[in-house]
């Protein structure tokens, strides 16, 4: 039998349903490991689910949303081999219901939606960073529940995300103004509200995001707007940055030279993909579990570890 | 048949009067009008007839919605109909809701929990069926003593919280709960309070505290409200009343408040607000205004003198929104909390099932 690779699992995943999350990919790509490996002791099988989400998180790029993912079910695994003794049964249920978890994962976008809805008021102006599908959703559940509001988004520099964004939104009727990044300080005086995403939810309550957000909250916070962070649960991840420079991402170097590139927009691709925003500056977290502080979000990881 | 009717009719002109009362002020403050209808909620439990449980939630429901609406900005009201509901589904389902209130935790993604929910509802059916009215009344009497005694267990930090010749100030002079605080405090502290005059609506308060404060020994002082900026950096604590605590850690208190508070902050001062569990409410202050009522202009600007009336527009706003920034703690029945954890022990305390 050929080796598992558990980062094309994982890419596959994430390519065959746009919906889907990474995280949640990441465990579905863990619980395919499952399925195909036959282990013997519950110490092999931990084993073997250490490397693999170990490889998952060395091998993919920007991995601080799918070791949310991965930790999870690390933490599901070790819990159940440890109080409940009954393994064979729970790595059935596993392997059973491997889609479940991503019809679950959309379910809790609905949850969102549902417990953000009075965030968003008649007559509001929201400005949106990039692409998220939680924020997509929540906007949408408003819209469907007949809120009128307009909608700022960001273009989302270098992966033009928010093109994306806005398109979506206009296809579901709610009105959208494109703006490039750099014009978030000329239009933030319009706005009421903003609303972004996550990739991870750091310990703290910071959120690691496109990049982008650490200086829109900034400036949301400079002009007394609430700053709303729109996201699964799932995404919490145990790390604690204190600064930009400890996102595991984040840590090569940038490059600094007199020499012109020969190509144009090489400088582009050096630029970091997300960036953390501290807890000081998001109000609050509108997630599957209710409206969280902050604070709130240690509150939970210490919840899953330590009870 | 004609007896059960009687009921009916009674209740029903129990209800009215109630809501009158309420749209006149004769009933008004978040402890009075709390009281007023956790007793409200117990009559109309008790005479209420119901088949299946449900039917008792939407009538109790209808109810709440009728206060709210004639009272929007009496919070205490609305929290108490919550309080009831919540009370009432935790009785059916005969356990409190599982995780606080919270919809779940991070694990529920991969639990399986679908044979669970199965047997869960077979319990509901048969605890349905069950007759809990007299659990339901006993859970609002208990809720009628939580709030009926709540004073005492807010002062018992009194002491904890205030220091020998520290210097108070406080911008409700009209809270219960903040003169029986510091009445308290007095037994075993030396202290200074500086009370806001609060014009023009809360005058005679300040007044009132002042002289039972003085009575009881502690050097109590009036100073005007444009002098608060002034005398903060000699304060040592700043303690208010709160009408209600909204989820996200902020609160309304009387007019004047705020900038106390925002004064506070500028000098570092801490600011202990003491509730009662009762005055948290799931509410988030999306729309501030709203929350806001205005009293009476004749206050500012006396009717009688007519080139004022006709030439200015004349605003009286009774309350303020205090943000959580400026607030250090809320010390409550319960214990003390950070503005953070506010939103925790609303979901401790109000179901889904309480919305209105």
């Known amino acids: 039998m050929a080796k598992f690779d558990i980062k094309e699992t994982y890419l596959r995943f994430l390519r065959d349903d746009p919906d889907i999350t990474m995280p949640v990919a990441a465990i579905e790509a863990l619980v395919q490991l499952l399925s195909e490996t036959e282990t013997s002791t519950s110490a092999e099988l931990i084993q073997t689910l250490k490397e693999a989400s170990a490889e998952l998180k060395t091998s993919v790029d920007n991995s601080m949303s799918l070791s949310a993912g991965c930790d999870l079910f690390m933490r599901f695994v070790l819990r159940n081999i440890r109080e409940y003794g009954d393994w064979e049964a729970c790595k059935g249920h596993l392997v059973k219901n491997g889609r ?38 929540l906007l949408e559940h408003a819209a469907k529940n007949l809120v009128r509001f307009r909608v700022f988004v960001t273009e989302a520099a270098p992966s033009d995300q928010g093109k994306r964004m806005a398109k979506a939104l206009r296809e579901r009727g709610i009105p959208v103004s494109l703006i490039v990044d750099n014009a978030v300080g000329s239009v933030i005086d319009e706005v ?45 991840v145990r790390i604690f940055p204190l600064a930009q420079a400890d996102l595991p991402d984040t840590k090569k170097m940038f490059h600094f030279t007199v020499e012109e590139p020969e190509e144009q927009n090489a400088d582009k691709g050096l630029s970091p993909v997300v960036d953390f925003t501290p807890h000081d500056y998001i109000t609050a977290l509108i997630t599957d579990l209710g409206v969280l502080t902050p604070s709130g979000v240690s509150e939970e990881l210490i919840k899953m570890w330590y009870e | 048949m004609s007896s059960q009717n009687r009921g009916d009719r009674e209740i029903d002109i129990f209800v009215e009067q109630f809501i009158s009362q309420l749209k006149r002020r004769q009933l008004s403050g978040s402890h009075a009008v709390a009281l007023a209808t956790a007793q409200l909620l117990l009559r109309f439990v008790s005479a209420a007839r119901w088949n299946h449980i449900d039917s008792l939630v939407k009538d109790i429901r209808a109810l709440g919605v009728r206060l709210v609406q004639t009272a929007p900005k009496e919070i205490a009201c609305r929290n108490i109909v919550s309080r009831v509901l919540t009370l009432i589904r935790e009785e059916q389902h005969g356990h409190k809701a599982e995780n606080g209130g919270l919809s779940g935790s991070m694990l529920g993604l991969l639990e399986k929990n679908d044979k669970k929910e199965e047997v869960l509802d077979k319990a509901a059916l048969r605890q349905a069926n069950r007759d809990i009215r007299p659990y339901i009344i006993e859970g609002i009497q208990d809720l009628i003593d939580e709030v009926a005694n709540i004073e005492e267990n807010i002062a018992k930090m009194s002491v904890d919280e205030i220091h020998d010749n520290q210097i108070i100030l406080t911008p409700t002079p009209a809270s219960e709960t903040v003169l029986l605080f510091l009445l308290k405090a007095a037994r075993k502290r030396n202290f200074t309070v500086l009370v806001t005059e609060g014009f023009p609506n809360q005058i005679d308060a300040a007044h009132n505290m002042v002289e039972k404060l003085t009575k009881a020994g502690v050097e109590a002082i009036i100073i005007p409200d444009a002098a608060v900026y002034a005398v903060m950096s000699k304060v040592g604590r700043v303690i208010m009343g709160t009408s209600t605590v909204l989820a996200n850690g902020g609160c309304l208190s009387s007019a004047g408040s705020a900038l106390v508070c925002a004064t506070a902050t500028q000098h570092s001062t801490p600011v202990v607000v003491l509730t009662a569990i009762y005055k948290l409410s799931p509410v988030y202050p999306f729309d501030v205004p709203s929350m806001i009522e205005i009293g009476s202009s004749a206050q500012v600007a006396d009717y009688s003198d007519s080139e004022i009336v006709e030439g200015f527009q004349v605003f009286n706003p009774l309350a303020d929104y205090v943000p959580p920034e400026d607030i250090q703690i809320y010390n409550t029945n319960i214990g003390e909390f950070s503005p953070a954890f506010i939103y925790r022990i609303v979901l401790d305390h109000y179901s889904d099932a309480g919305n209105l």
């Open chain 1, 100 to 137: 479940l978890f991503a019809e679950r994962s959309k379910a809790a976008r609905k949850t969102i939606s549902e417990k953000g809805l009075a965030f968003v008021r008649d007559d509001d102006v929201i400005l949106v960073h990039s692409f998220s599908r939680t924020v997509l959703a």
């Open chain 1, 192 to 236: 009421s509200k903003v609303f972004c995403g996550a990739e991870g939810v750091a310990e703290s309550g910071g959120v690691i995001n496109h990049v982008g957000s650490y200086q829109i909250a900034v400036l949301a916070k400079n002009a007394n707007k609430p700053f709303y962070v729109v996201t699964e649960s799932h995404k919490f």
